[in-house]
């Protein structure tokens, strides 16, 4: 079945520093897929997304990569601030299936 | 409205009563899904909706949870009989369609804490 893990459960990064969060997948015929950011008592929140024709995409302080043929996407967070300190999950195609999420802690 | 509306936000209830839980999506938003998360974990798919329909249902935990949405629009997740296990967060999300890039972006509401005492 379909799954999508997270290399690690926790990230701790200091203010100013990139921070690189990993996530594999298992379905190869995903085609979307998504980051969102948790902060504590609140839902998910979209961050950026990446079709899988595409290999890098860039937002705002975020760059997202998705290597196809090891089944591996990333979230690049560039000059981290307190403010993104929360959980990260990535998921993967039509049934946003999410894995457990990386909490992202930022030290000022 | 602006966002994903969900209602109680917070719910307390005792074992074997039966709850229902409240989802408003955005205007407009054919797509409609349910999630639960328990402490410290993902969110687990329970359902899924286009307009009226749930071509998914392959989430739910068991019999005593069923969702229903009418008019295309507010849908109601029902637990019979809760049992404490079901304490979570049910959280609920809709977007403009499904599995197409453009415009598809997923929305999250705030979610309804369920406490099963």
Known sequence: GESVGLH????????????????????????????????????????????????????????????????????????????????????????????????????? | GAGVSQSPSNKVTEKGKDVELRCDP???????????????????????????????KSGLPSDRFSAERTGGSVSTLTIQRTQQEDSAVYLCASSLGRGVYSGNTIYFGEGSWLTVV
């Open chain 1, 8 to 108: 690690l459960p926790t990230l701790s990064v200091q203010e100013g520093d990139n921070s690189i969060i990993n996530c594999a997948y298992s379905n190869s015929a995903s085609d979307y897929f998504i980051w969102y950011k948790q902060e504590s008592g609140k839902g998910p929140q979209f961050i950026i997304d990446i079709r899988s024709n595409m290999d890098k995409r860039q937002g705002q302080r975020v760059t997202v990569l998705l290597n196809k043929t090891v089944k591996h996407l990333s979230l690049q967070i560039a000059a981290t601030q307190p403010g993104d300190s929360a959980v990260y999950f990535c998921a993967e195609s039509q049934k946003l299936v999410f894995g457990k999420g990386t909490k992202l802690t930022v030290n000022p």
């Open chain 2, 26 to 56: 955005i205007s407009g938003h054919t797509a409609l899904y349910w999630y639960r998360q328990s402490l410290g974990q993902g969110l687990e798919f329970l359902i899924y909706f286009q307009g009226n329909s749930a071509p998914d």
